[in-house]
């Protein structure tokens, strides 16, 4: 998993709760990495599976409720690190429809073996996009986070429905602007 989600998960936590607590949350992870990342590196997903484990014990919050939040915190971080993709979008709907033929072609030039989602656009309309996600994750709910930042982002409200599908770690994104 690209080492920018690493730090930028660790980012989150120093700000919203401190230093101390992200700290905290990488020790009682007992990562092989030992919480050093940088933002360029690649490291194992089980790494993050382990930081997530223990931040749903010590905050007694869902899975899916802090990859939704870490979603949009990170969106502003990949916004920032990668702003020149961004300007080529108008809207929302533009960055979801150039996602895997833009932006994930981008990531993939810089780290070629990163596991990325894919997302297909199954119906699109001025006010509605229905969007397949696929992966070999279960992190649709950090996706989710990320769609709702990057709304914000276009200045867009959107209401998102969430449909899993029979295959594993396959979703649909129904995304409505309000």
Do not use: W
Not at 18 to 43: I, K, M, P, R
Not at 44 to 66: A, C, N, R, S, Y
């Amino acid at each position: 998993m690209l080492g920018i989600v690493f730090t930028s998960l660790v980012e989150m936590l120093e700000e919203q709760v401190s230093f101390e607590f992200a700290d905290e949350v990488l020790q009682e992870a007992n990562l092989t990495s030992h919480g050093a990342f940088t933002s360029v590196g690649y490291y194992p997903f089980e790494e993050i599976d382990k930081i997530l484990t223990v931040l749903t014990h010590k905050t007694g919050k869902p899975l899916e409720q802090l990859l939704f939040e870490f979603g949009v915190y990170l969106f502003g971080c990949l916004a920032s690190a990668h702003e020149q993709v961004l300007s080529r979008a108008h809207t929302l709907f533009d960055m979801l429809e150039h996602l895997d033929d833009d932006i994930h072609v981008q990531v993939k030039k810089l780290y070629p073996d990163a596991d990325l989602p894919k997302f297909t656009v199954i119906e699109r309309t001025d006010a509605y996009m229905r969007l397949g996600y696929y992966s070999t994750r279960e992190l649709y709910a950090l996706a989710e986070g990320l769609m709702h930042a990057a709304a914000v982002h276009f200045e867009q409200a959107i209401n998102v429905v969430v449909e899993r599908k029979e295959k594993p770690y396959h979703f649909e994104f129904h995304i409505s602007l309000k």
